[in-house]
């Protein structure tokens, strides 16, 4: 009789988790695959996190995904911890090893580099300086990630200037706070705008930003998904700038994570991207 293919189950850890699209990602992949396995939604309180981790390898996860609000708990939990997840702050992914040891990664700085050569293959983190709103988690991938693709100055900005100032002492020379009076100006002469706050999401104000110092030629991204286009990118675009919506963002992280539970690099199809955009 021909090996069986073992059976993998994976899936995404949170409280609340009902609104994760991600259940959609990987179950399609699972399916292009041809592999058997499911990625199931983990709905866990944060005081059960630790048991809740614990459990995957008896339950045979391979790994889940993490997110609000165990992202920065799961870091104490682990018993190994990537560089990039250390250097991030918080770990959104999670893989089982062969003997049961859990490893906490990140995978959203990947994402967000990955959403930005999607939307422009010929963009370059070197092309000129980058302005990032928000000192977040969010914020914190983004810096990683622009730092490492080569960025050679960050511009950040976050309506609490002391946290700003913190993020960007940590970061190091590269990047520079930019007090929250001066938000504005500071986008003269950026190559490219990140939002990675919750501003112009559903039911939250649009992001205060003026636009007017901004090149026509710079990017504009925002990690948001719901809308798909928020205010600050539809002012972008109408005004002639290229934008990137959040969600490639979510649909790229997703990818290095299926592939070290299944084994297999998945891609972004059209027929992927109208089952995820079918959803909202």
């Not at 100032?165 to 009076?181: C, K, N, R, T, Y």
């Given at each position: 009789m021909a090996h069986e293919q073992p059976y993998r189950l994976a899936g995404v850890m949170g409280w609340p988790v009902a609104h994760s699209r991600s259940p959609i990602l990987h179950n399609y992949w699972i399916e292009e695959h041809g592999l058997r396995g499911a990625y199931v939604l983990l709905p866990v309180q944060p005081e059960k996190i630790e048991q809740a981790l614990r459990a995957l390898p008896l339950l045979g996860f391979a790994g889940c995904n993490l997110t609000i609000p165990h992202k920065v708990a799961a870091m104490a939990i682990v018993d190994h911890l990537e560089p990039l997840a250390r250097r991030i702050g918080a770990a959104n992914t999670i893989v089982v090893g062969a003997d049961g040891s859990l490893s906490g990664r990140n995978t959203d700085a990947f994402g967000f580099i990955q959403s930005l050569l999607d939307a422009q293959p010929s963009w370059r983190a070197d092309a000129g300086p980058a302005c990032v709103v928000g000192a977040g988690g969010a914020a914190r991938a983004v810096i990683a990630g622009l730092l490492d693709a080569g960025a050679l100055e960050i511009?950040?900005?976050?309506?609490?200037?002391?946290?700003?100032?913190?993020?960007?002492?940590?970061?190091?020379?590269?990047?520079?706070?930019?007090?929250?009076?001066?938000r504005h100006a500071s986008l003269e002469g950026v190559a490219l705008l990140v939002n990675t706050t919750n501003q112009g999401m559903h039911d939250q104000p649009a992001l205060d930003l003026r636009l007017s110092a901004l090149p026509k030629t710079a990017l504009v991204s925002d990690i948001v998904y719901v809308p798909l286009e928020t205010p600050l990118l539809q002012e972008a675009r109408g005004r002639g700038n290229m934008t990137v919506n959040g969600l490639g963002m979510l649909l790229n992280q997703a990818r290095p994570a299926f592939e070290a539970w299944f084994g297999q690099l998945p891609a972004i199809s059209p027929a992927l991207m109208g089952k995820v955009l079918s959803s909202f």
């Open positions: 511009r950040l900005s976050n309506r609490s200037d002391a946290k700003a100032v913190d993020m960007a002492q940590e970061f190091g020379s590269l990047v520079h706070a930019i007090p929250w009076g001066e």
